[in-house]
């Protein structure tokens, strides 16, 4: 059995803080939240905070690519 570690993206906007936790290989679910999030007109989450966190979660799976691939191989 393998234990997905959880991870979570923050932004801090003006005095609100969004934080938003995920498993490790469900950024897919998360970009689904993040657009749900937007589009809700009863939040003060909008369009461009969705992208900056997109952006933001890339850099993150950009950065643990870069690291498995510096792993030495046996």
């Known amino acids: 059995m393998m234990i997905r570690a959880e991870r979570q993206l923050v ?26 999030q937007a589009k809700d007109p009863a939040s003060n989450f909008d369009w461009l905070d969705a992208a900056v966190l997109s952006f933001k979660l890339i850099q993150s799976l950009i950065d643990q690519a870069n690291e498995i691939l510096r792993e030495p191989t046996l």
């Open 11 to 36: 932004l801090n906007k003006g005095g609100e803080k969004f934080i938003f936790l995920y498993e490790e290989g469900g950024e897919d679910k998360l970009l689904d939240v993040l657009i749900e």
